[in-house]
C-alpha cells in the first residue's frame, strides 16, 4: 500500500486522512482545491504506478485548474494511448483544447464523445476562451480549395502525431495507423518510430491475410 507523504504541508487546516491508498488521497485534495498537492502527490507516485488512469484523470484536472492546459493535454493523450474510449478523458481533452483556443481539436474530442454515446443528450464546457494576449488579425483569402476540403485537411494535419498513431493501432485501424507512421518516420527518421512502422506494416499484414483465407 501506498502511504502519504508525512512532509507533505497541507494548505488548509482539515488535514486527516485515514487511509493508505494515494489516488484517493489526491481526489479529496483535488476537492478541497488544493491543486498544487495534488500535483506533488502525483508526480510522486504516477511514475510507479502510470497504469492508474483515475489518477491521470486527477492530475490532468489539476494541471488545468492551474492553468497549466499543455502539460493536461499531454496527460490526457498517455491515458487515451492506454484506452482510447475513456469519455472522461475524452470530455476533459475537449474543454481543455478549448479553454486553450484549439477549437478545431475541442470538436474533434468531443465528436468522439458522441460516438461512443449516441445518447448523450449534449455536452457542456465549464471553461471559457483564454484571452489572447495580443490581438490577431486574421486575414483570409480566397483559395481553390472549398471549405469544405480545407477544414478536413486541417484536421488530419493536426491528428497526424505518435500518440494517435499509437491509438488506432491499439483500436485496430490498422491501415490509418500505419499511415501516420510511415509519414512522421519519412519525415524524422527516428528509430521508435521506425519500430512502430515495421509492427504496424506487419499487424497489417497478418489481417490481410486472415482476411483472405476467411
Known amino acids: 500500500m501506498f502511504k502519504l507523504d508525512k512532509t507533505l504541508q497541507p494548505e488548509s487546516e482539515n488535514w486527516e486522512y485515514d487511509f493508505e491508498f494515494w489516488p484517493k488521497q489526491a481526489e479529496e485534495l483535488l476537492n478541497r482545491g488544493e491543486l498544487s498537492h495534488v500535483i506533488e502527490l502525483c508526480e510522486k507516485n504516477l511514475p510507479a504506478d502510470p497504469g492508474i488512469l483515475s489518477a491521470r484523470i486527477i492530475y490532468s484536472r489539476a494541471l488545468c485548474g492551474l492553468n497549466r492546459l499543455d502539460e493536461a493535454v499531454e496527460q490526457l493523450y498517455q491515458i487515451l494511448s492506454i484506452d482510447p474510449d475513456n469519455m472522461a478523458a475524452l470530455k476533459l481533452l475537449g474543454?481543455?483544447?478549448?479553454?486553450?483556443?484549439?477549437?478545431?481539436?475541442?470538436?474533434?474530442?468531443?465528436?468522439?464523445?458522441?460516438?461512443?454515446?449516441?445518447?448523450?443528450?449534449?455536452?457542456?464546457?465549464?471553461?471559457?476562451?483564454?484571452?489572447?494576449?495580443?490581438?490577431?488579425?486574421?486575414?483570409?483569402?480566397?483559395?481553390?480549395?472549398?471549405?469544405?476540403?480545407?477544414?478536413?485537411?486541417?484536421?488530419?494535419?493536426?491528428?497526424?502525431?505518435?500518440?494517435?498513431?499509437?491509438?488506432?493501432?491499439?483500436?485496430?485501424?490498422?491501415?490509418?495507423?500505419?499511415?501516420?507512421?510511415?509519414?512522421?518516420?519519412?519525415?524524422?527518421?527516428?528509430?521508435?518510430?521506425?519500430?512502430?512502422?515495421?509492427?504496424?506494416?506487419?499487424?497489417?499484414?497478418?489481417?490481410?491475410?486472415?482476411?483472405?483465407?476467411?
Do not use: H, W
Not at 146 to 157: G, Q, S
Open 95 to 214: 474543454d481543455t483544447q478549448y479553454r486553450n483556443n484549439d477549437t478545431v481539436s475541442a470538436m474533434a474530442s468531443y465528436g468522439r464523445v458522441l460516438e461512443i454515446d449516441p445518447d448523450c443528450r449534449g455536452l457542456k464546457c465549464a471553461f471559457a476562451p483564454k484571452e489572447l494576449e495580443t490581438p490577431q488579425k486574421l486575414v483570409l483569402q480566397r483559395s481553390p480549395e472549398t471549405p469544405v476540403t480545407a477544414k478536413t485537411d486541417l484536421v488530419e494535419r493536426l491528428f497526424r502525431t505518435e500518440t494517435v498513431g499509437d491509438i488506432y493501432l491499439k483500436q485496430g485501424q490498422l491501415q490509418e495507423a500505419l499511415e501516420i507512421f510511415r509519414e512522421l518516420a519519412s519525415e524524422t527518421q527516428n528509430d521508435r518510430l521506425n519500430e512502430k512502422l515495421a509492427n504496424a506494416k506487419r499487424l497489417a499484414a497478418l489481417k490481410e491475410k486472415r482476411d483472405v483465407e476467411q
